[in-house]
């Protein structure tokens, strides 16, 4: 494994200034579009049996330490606990304190009169006050942490459209006076069960597991995986009174414009220090050297690197907003300035270290640019604009960079798959639904996959099965019917491209959202006596049995309820045919193989019921960004070529 080393002693003693009145003004550096929206309706979810209790302050518990959260969050705080405990006069303030199981609730009478009233709170493990930094990973130590990682986000996105799902069934009960915040309930059900990382440490430098260009669509998942320990404040640090040397230390924080005064050109930030703002981000009053500012100067003082995460609106993501991680910077200066609304504010200048891997919110901006004038911004390269021949409903693009290799034109693109005529002898009337304004219910396509639907209202795949039924030809149901979704063909744009280290391989110019659908692998179905023909010939053969069953881990709630079993209903006999992509083929079969893959492999059935005989469609197991290399665990290799059976 990698070296875990302790961060160094910070031996500097300063004097300790006398305590001094914190402003109640001053408030984190909260982010635009993504203000915290408090629920007070029973929020508790039946997952396979679970019944997690989540309340009004659930999502507050990882929220800033140190005097200067005393008031840090009045505004926002009183007003949650004023909805929540409407029955009493006055106003309420929240004490935040270093200690996150602190959950002091102080109501305030007119006459100012205050007295106590403690709040039972399920007690949290402290967040560790020891900095750490990674070093020496070796390879096999990336792949268990990147695995990690992987399979945390993963859960963290199953729970949260799982309990989106739970809202959307519960409608009926009446209109939602705020809008539902699954990924506040996801977050509150894994801390409760202790499945946040980076929570034993506080790292300095890189998360291990996370990679530049990593993307989130959720403030809360960067505090489960561990890269922003803070839900709201823009700046994460270690308090004073945690720290060895009696010193805040910064360790990252998130740039997304939300004080008018920040400056960000790329791997140079002019950042502005938090506080100072009223509820409606004006800068109202002076900025003090306390908290996240006197940490950011603490640390350009020690020379200890940040995480920079840039927070932006991104149209192609389903929220308008995406959170990208950008890589470690520097802090080489700070200022105290006067801003633009003539207000003190103190200044930062963050420069990126070198030699990083480019960063992601760039990239984003490049997979723009190349989705609207391709040829403009890489004019040498491309081998064709659509090698699908517009077969698919978006062009798929060919890039070749490297050498003259050209294989993919070479080949008729196959957009479904060719199955044996007799696998569609018993389809007819009467093997759909009959559901004839919209499938509910009572749909028969729904109670073939257990009595639910398979994909939410957006279309994300809730759960991996062994099969899904989809409505097929022979339902009346109309196109948008939300059980349709892999057999409506690509959404995405896609770019087949010539890679150095996996020959061919596939990447999105679009942002694409765990669950959803990719594409289809296609071919041409053979069965075992055809298949040995084949093999004896030279040509090349792609076995779907030997792919690995990732689609078990798109769900998998076995850490949350360990009741919890793996889907076997409904179920398919053993995939015993194989696929010719000799002669025709389609993007699928350009993917490359990993051990920690990030797509899928889901068994689906819409157009004839031979469960034996699959579509063999892809989703995404997390969020692709755009430009990003597509993978598939291709599972076993062959008994006697030793070799995976994929023909790129």
């Known amino acids: 494994m990698g070296s875990i080393v302790p961060f160094q002693d910070l031996n500097f003693q300063p004097e300790i200034p006398t305590t001094s009145k914190i402003f109640p003004k001053i408030e984190p550096k909260a982010e635009p579009l993504d203000e915290f929206t408090p629920q007070f309706t029973n929020p508790s979810l039946n997952f396979n049996n ?78 560790s006050s020891e ?79 996370i990679v530049v260009g990593d993307l989130f669509l959720y403030r809360m998942e960067l505090c489960v995986v561990g ?17 060895s040397n009696g010193e805040p230390i910064a360790t990252s924080v998130i740039a997304s414009g939300g004080y008018e005064d920040d400056e960000d050109a790329g ?23 306390e908290g996240g500012n ?85 004019p040498m390269g491309y081998i064709t604009l659509d090698i699908s021949r517009k077969k698919e409903n978006v062009p798929v693009f060919l890039f070749n960079d ?6 993919p034109v070479c080949y008729d693109y196959l957009l479904k798959t060719v199955f044996p005529p007799y696998v569609y002898q018993h389809v007819g009337n009467g093997s759909g639904c009959a559901c004839t304004d919209g499938c509910g219910n009572n749909c028969f396509c729904m109670m073939k996959n257990g009595g639910h639907f398979a994909y939410d209202i957006n279309g994300i795949l809730l759960r991996g099965k062994p099969v899904v039924f989809e409505c097929g030809p022979h339902c009346p149901c109309p196109s948008t019917c939300r059980n349709r979704v892999s057999q409506k063909g690509v959404r995405n744009r896609f770019e087949v491209f010539r890679s150095r280290e996996t020959g061919w391989g596939v990447r999105s110019l679009d942002l694409i959202q765990a669950g959803s659908f990719i594409c289809e692998y296609t071919g041409v179905v053979l069965t075992q006596e055809q298949a040995q023909i084949f093999t004896m010939n030279g040509d090349s053969l792609i076995y779907p049995s030997r792919f690995a069953e990732r689609w078990a881990e798109r769900g998998d709630l076995s850490q949350i309820d360990s009741n ?18 000799s002669k025709m083929r389609n993007l699928a079969c350009y993917m490359s193989h990993s051990s920690i893959p990030n797509v899928l492999v889901q068994p689906v059935l819409y157009d004839h019921n031979s469960v034996s005989f ?35």
């Open 50 to 127: 679970i019944n997690p209790q989540l309340n009004a302050t659930s999502s507050q518990n990882a929220r800033g330490c140190g005097e200067a959260g005393v008031y840090s969050e009045y505004n926002r705080i009183s007003e949650l606990f004023r909805a929540a405990f409407a029955q009493r006069n006055g106003d309420v303030e929240v004490l935040q304190d270093p200690d996150p199981d602190c959950r002091a609730i102080v109501p305030v009478s007119n006459d100012s009169q205050v007295s106590d009233i403690v709040v039972a709170r399920r007690k949290y493990e402290k967040r």
């Open 131 to 209: 900095l750490v930094r990674v070093t020496d990973l070796k390879l096999e130590d990336q792949r268990y942490f990147r695995d990690l990682v992987r399979k945390t986000r993963m859960l963290y996105d199953s729970l949260r459209v799982l309990a989106m799902l739970e809202d959307e069934n519960n409608q009926h009960l009446g209109p939602r006076q705020t809008r539902s915040r699954g990924d506040l309930k996801a977050s509150q059900i894994m801390r409760e069960h202790g499945l946040w990382l980076s929570r034993d440490k506080r790292t300095v430098g890189a998360i291990p597991g």
């Open 227 to 243: 890269l922003h320990g803070t839900p709201q404040a823009g700046i994460d640090y270690l308090p004073a009174n945690q720290s």
């Open 267 to 289: 791997d140079v930030i002019i950042y502005t220090g938090q506080g100072g703002q009223d509820k409606n981000s004006r800068q109202v009053v002076h900025q003090k050297l």
């Open 294 to 378: 006197l940490a950011l100067e603490r640390s350009m003082h020690y020379g200890i690197e940040v995480r920079v995460i840039r927070g932006f609106k991104y149209a192609g993501s389903s929220r308008g907003k995406v959170y990208v991680y950008d890589g470690l910077y520097r802090i080489l200066e700070s200022w105290f300035d006067v801003g633009k609304s003539g207000f003190g504010v103190y200044k930062y200048k963050l420069v990126r270290i070198e030699n990083q891997p480019d960063m992601g919110s760039a990239i984003l901006r490049f997979a723009e640019s190349l989705r609207i004038r391709p040829l403009e911004v890489r």
């Open 402 to 407: 490297i050498d003259n290799e050209r294989d």
């Open 564 to 581: 919890y079993v793996r889907p076997a209903y409904p179920s398919i006999p053993p995939l015993d045919f194989a696929m010719d992509v």
């Open 614 to 648: 699959p579509h063999l469609m892809l989703f995404a197991m997390e969020n692709i960004p755009p430009l990003r290399e597509l993978s598939i665990d291709y599972g076993v290799a062959d008994d006697s070529t030793g070799k995976l059976a994929i023909c790129n």
